[in-house]
């Protein structure tokens, strides 16, 4: 027998005897009921998931055309906004808001799209950092197809080298948008 050993027997002996007298505690659980309450935060969160949802709706699988065969990540919605999209390269904006789609499916990626989206407009936020990752490149590819298709993003670019550079998008949001709110 090592020392050791006997040092353990002996403290075991020891707590046995400390504790000698005692009894075990019963687990009583107590179980509370939710009160719900009536009011309006309910309404309120019904229409910002409309507005999300219409959001995520301008996003489809379909009708998918060839359109960043030259620049996969560049994008600019009309021609006399080009000094925006130079803007975004030569990296003079810096974004207010970050979205990770890391690990995220198409479905949720839309949905966070989405989300960003209303969330910029809101809080009146145009510029947007969209971090896509490389993965199996499915979200990199269809990260721009989706914005592209969006009628309130004016432009958007690969992000420079210090903000993930090609697994990241850099992305200019209209924040006075004109439309019809659900």
């Not at 906004?81 to 198409?106: A, M, S």
């Not at 839309?110 to 490149?137: D, P, R, V, Y």
């Amino acid at each position: 027998m090592n020392k050791n050993s006997r040092y353990t027997i002996d403290s075991n002996i020891l707590f046995r005897k400390w504790l000698n007298g005692t009894r075990e505690i019963v687990q009583d659980t107590i179980f509370h009921s939710r009160v719900h309450k009536k009011n309006n935060t309910n309404i309120v969160s019904q229409r910002i998931f409309f507005e999300q949802n219409a959001h995520s709706h301008y996003f489809s699988h379909r009708n998918k055309k060839n359109l960043f065969k030259d620049n996969p990540v560049s994008y600019v919605r009309h021609q006399s906004l080009n000094n925006v999209l130079k803007n975004i390269k030569k990296g003079r904006y810096d974004p207010d808001i970050f979205l990770d789609l890391h690990g995220f499916t198409q479905y949720q990626a839309q949905q966070a799209l989405g989300e960003l989206i209303t969330t910029c407009q809101k809080e009146k936020i145009f510029c947007a950092h969209i971090m896509h990752g490389h993965g199996k490149h499915i979200l990199k590819k269809q990260t721009p197809f989706w914005l592209s298709q969006h009628p309130d993003i004016i432009a958007f670019h690969q992000a420079p080298k210090f903000f993930g550079s090609d697994a990241a998008i850099i992305v200019i949001i209209e924040v006075n948008s004109q439309r019809k709110k659900i």
